[in-house]
């Protein structure tokens, strides 16, 4: 049997630790980590349906696996994640060269799944979606310094245009004394940045303790030895409370970074979106953010053009950022689907104006993003390098870029930096999304 694997992990970095859990279990099995799908015995896609692009770029890669498949009859594909865990049995029907499919409450069953599909029989493991979190190993694939550390599993809060809690399940905390054990191999490990990720953040706790332990976890991390940045992805406006905003400030290695998604600022359309939080109450949180948090990075998203939204509507985001701004915003057109409360709206905007509010939007934000990157210049800050680009050219993130998701620092450098470290940078240039430095010298902390 060819037990070489070829693994594609599409969507978030929950998804991906998701495929990292799978990879150890299998690893456990003797399946051997490959990057050609054409050396490969099994292909293991684990998906993302969170918007229709999503969907699309998922069955995209399925259908590119099914044409392998004529080259090589005896290629097992296994489906999972959010696809698999949406759509299950059809899905294998439409596209029949799927050899099984495991959805997001069973991914440690992944084995079962292929033992099945190597013995000619297909399975569906996608009943329960609100299984508990198992602990397991994982092989990480990012590169160091820096890992995904998942805190909990699901969601709650049901917005009106969200899937996610049909695909991921209810709100799942994992224990506390599992994420710190596992972040103290990770940082023994070489993992000096982990990034906590989870679909709120500030929501940790609460189902299995009776309370938020947010600031009792970062607390607990804080004193991890080789542990140097800690980093939150994703925390609700309505869930930060006084109690984490000083956890924030007083920890130090939890960097300034706060990602928020307010998707919104119109009062009845954040109502019709079924948010919890009003635009007087997102003014006074950001207000108390900028003042409480010495520093702070704020990062947010919107979504434009939801269902029976208004152009005075839209215009209240574009003078919203104007007053109050942000140093990272993600702009999405309204996806519709289906299954959602949103999806059934009468007054659908059309993809045309959900476009041209979209490319305004981004565009009003890149001057301000130019504009406080501008106001850098000068000044100095931490940096870990990640990569180097060519001879004497470096690839750094400060605290106020998150891996994956925002720029960086380049950096030129006629002395030898070393991948994984920290120093501390000069801001010499500036554009729209990265900034250009020099080293001034080598933190005493890099490990």
């Known amino acids: 049997m060819n037990k070489k694997l070829y693994l594609i992990s599409l969507g978030c970095a929950k998804n991906l630790t998701d495929t990292e859990s799978m990879l150890a279990v299998?690893?456990?099995?003797?399946?051997?980590?490959?990057?050609?799908?054409?050396?490969?015995?099994?292909?293991i896609i684990n998906t993302c349906a969170f918007i229709q692009a999503a969907k699309e770029e998922a069955v995209a890669e399925i259908l590119l696996a099914a044409e392998q498949k004529k080259e090589n009859p005896n290629l097992k594909i296994i489906v999972a994640g959010c696809l698999a865990q949406r759509y299950g049995q059809e899905l294998a029907e439409a596209i029949g060269e799927v050899d099984g499919l495991v959805g997001t409450g069973q991914y440690m069953q992944v084995l079962q799944v292929l033992r099945e599909a190597n013995a000619g029989r297909q399975i569906c493991l996608t009943e329960d979606v609100n299984a508990p979190i198992e602990s397991h190993g994982r092989t990480i694939l990012t590169k160091?310094?820096?890992a995904y550390l998942k805190i909990s599993e699901g969601c709650s809060r049901h917005c009106t245009y969200c899937i996610i809690p049909q695909l991921r399940g209810d709100y799942?905390?994992?224990?506390?004394?599992?994420?710190?054990?596992?972040a103290t191999v990770l940082a023994r490990e070489g993992y000096s940045e982990l990034v906590l990720v989870a679909q709120d953040v500030t929501l940790y706790g609460a189902d299995i303790y009776g309370e938020k332990a947010l600031p009792k976890l970062l607390e607990a991390l804080n004193g991890i030895e080789k542990?140097?940045?800690?980093?939150l992805m994703y925390a609700y406006p309505e869930g930060l409370n006084d109690e984490m905003i000083h956890s924030i400030q007083m920890f130090d290695k939890v960097q300034k970074y706060i990602d928020m998604p307010l998707q919104h600022v119109n009062d009845r359309i954040l109502k019709e979106m079924g948010r919890h939080t009003t635009k007087r109450q997102i003014q006074n949180l950001y207000t108390k953010l900028r003042t409480k948090i010495d520093g702070v990075v704020l990062r947010?998203?919107?979504?434009?053009?939801?269902?029976?939204?208004?152009?005075?509507?839209y215009r209240e985001i574009e003078e919203f950022i104007e007053k109050y701004p942000f140093d990272k915003v993600g702009?999405?057109?309204?996806?519709?689907?289906?299954?959602?409360?949103?999806?059934q709206m009468p007054k659908q905007v059309s993809s045309s104006i959900k476009q041209k509010r979209y490319e305004a939007l981004m565009e009003k934000q890149q001057k301000i993003s130019l504009d406080k990157n501008r106001a850098l210049i000068g000044t100095k800050m931490q940096v870990v390098v990640t990569e180097k680009v060519e001879k004497e050219v470096y690839w750094a993130r400060s605290y106020r870029d998150a891996p994956e998701v925002d720029g960086g620092v380049m950096i030129v450098s006629d002395k030898e930096l070393s991948i994984g470290e920290y120093y501390t940078c000069l801001i010499t240039g500036a554009d729209v999304y990265d900034l250009t430095g020099e080293v001034c010298e080598k933190n005493e902390y890099s490990q």
């Open 300 to 313: 947010t998203t919107f979504i434009v053009g939801f269902p029976t939204e208004q152009e005075e509507e």
């Open 172 to 182: 799942r905390s994992r224990k506390l004394e599992d994420i710190v054990a596992e």
């Open 331 to 343: 702009v999405f057109p309204y996806s519709r689907e289906e299954g959602t409360i949103a999806a």
């Open 227 to 231: 542990l140097t940045w800690i980093r």
């Open 26 to 43: 299998l690893q456990e099995e003797g399946y051997v980590l490959c990057h050609k799908i054409e050396e490969a015995g099994c292909v």
């Open 144 to 146: 160091k310094p820096t």
